[in-house]
């Protein structure tokens, strides 16, 4: 049975973790106002945080179904759990309503999975945000930035799977601007595919730099022109490779089937947060089939954006797309 409350911190993997203080956690949750108003989490509900991050939606979704409700957390990254541990943690201990919490290392395609093993038949509400997170990208031992030296790895799970470097040292010209193109929308693919195959002929691309360093020549950039770009040239490349090592698409398509069956018939929602034309694209028709379908009884007509405040105060918003759907 799941115990009453939240228990002690704890790190994933053991020790103790210092809780964050409600309210002042070290990024800004993307259109944090519309997910609320979209999913609507009401006292004693089930909630679903598919990508817990370091809690900033997960900590507002908690103070709302308490007392009595109960969050059920997923999260890639072994690192973010422990850190939305920490700060539901110190949400509780702030003497608020109690409520029921459980966290789950897993990627968020196993859904169905996380609720048989936390006994639960279906959420109320389930929230999904696929991008990645900003303390990722600022951490350049993870490798996802192109404007922070680091080892070439990309991988939201560290502990899984084979790191960027590895993923490109396998893949043939044609593959290579192939996924540019479609995971990253890169117009200069052919060029920077070909240049790929021509340097780690010379030696491996094992870090940051080397990718950087590449993709900039390919399209005729110097580093330090680069740098001031508004766009940077290996923006999209790097966002391709990231896709393509965690398997993002392939993810996203697998919650978008399974999840009708996990949200209460009549009114349990959905709210997908994506920053891709791909991811969109992909949730956009997901719904749109589900609503013909009689599978959900609506769907948000367009994408909600972020307004211009927001965008001022958090930058990262600015790419963001949200989308709901509500069971029918």
């Known amino acids: 049975m799941p115990r009453k409350g939240f228990p002690r911190p704890a790190a994933a993997g053991g020790g103790s973790v210092r809780p964050l203080r409600p309210g002042a956690l070290p990024h800004r949750p993307v259109l944090l106002a519309a997910v609320l108003a979209a999913l609507d989490p009401r006292p004693g509900a089930t909630v679903v945080d598919c990508t817990v991050g370091l809690g900033g939606h997960a900590v507002e979704l908690a103070r709302r179904i308490a007392p009595g409700g109960r969050l059920i957390g997923i999260d890639f990254d072994p690192a973010h759990?422990?850190?939305?541990?920490?700060?539901?943690?110190?949400?509780?201990?702030?003497?608020?309503?109690?409520?029921?919490?459980?966290?789950?290392?897993?990627?968020?395609?196993?859904?169905?999975?996380?609720?048989?093993?936390?006994?639960?038949?279906?959420?109320?509400?389930?929230?999904?945000?696929?991008?990645?997170?900003?303390?990722?990208?600022?951490?350049?031992?993870?490798?996802?930035?192109?404007?922070?030296?680091?080892?070439l790895d990309m991988r939201m799970d560290p502990t899984r799977g084979?790191?960027?470097?590895?993923?490109?040292?396998?893949?043939?010209?044609?593959?290579?601007?192939?996924?540019?193109?479609?995971?990253?929308?890169?117009?200069d693919a052919p060029q920077i595919a070909r240049l790929v195959v021509e340097r780690r002929a010379r030696a491996p691309i094992r870090t940051t730099e080397s990718l950087t360093k590449i993709v900039c020549d390919a399209r005729d950039f110097t580093l330090e022109r680069a740098a001031g770009a508004k766009l940077h040239p290996a923006a999209r490349t790097f966002q391709a490779l990231r896709i393509l090592v965690n398997r993002e698409l392939a993810n996203l398509e697998r919650l978008l089937a399974v999840l009708p069956d996990c949200l209460r018939r009549g009114g349990g929602t959905a709210a997908i947060l994506s920053f891709h034309s791909g991811e969109d694209r992909r949730v956009k028709q997901a719904f749109r089939d589900g609503v013909r379908a009689g599978v959900y009884a609506a769907a948000s007509p367009d994408a909600i954006l972020a307004d211009v405040v927001e965008i001022g105060s958090n930058p990262r918003a600015r790419s963001a797309k949200l989308r709901w759907a509500r069971r029918a």
């Open 81 to 151: 759990l422990a850190a939305t541990r920490a700060a539901l943690a110190g949400l509780a201990a702030a003497g608020g309503p109690p409520f029921e919490v459980s966290l789950h290392h897993t990627n968020f395609a196993a859904l169905p999975s996380v609720l048989a093993a936390a006994g639960v038949d279906q959420a109320d509400a389930v929230l999904a945000d696929v991008g990645v997170a900003s303390p990722q990208i600022d951490d350049p031992a993870r490798g996802f930035s192109y404007r922070r030296p680091g080892p």
């Open 162 to 187: 084979r790191p960027a470097w590895e993923v490109l040292e396998h893949m043939g010209e044609e593959a290579i601007a192939r996924a540019l193109l479609e995971l990253g929308d890169e117009t």
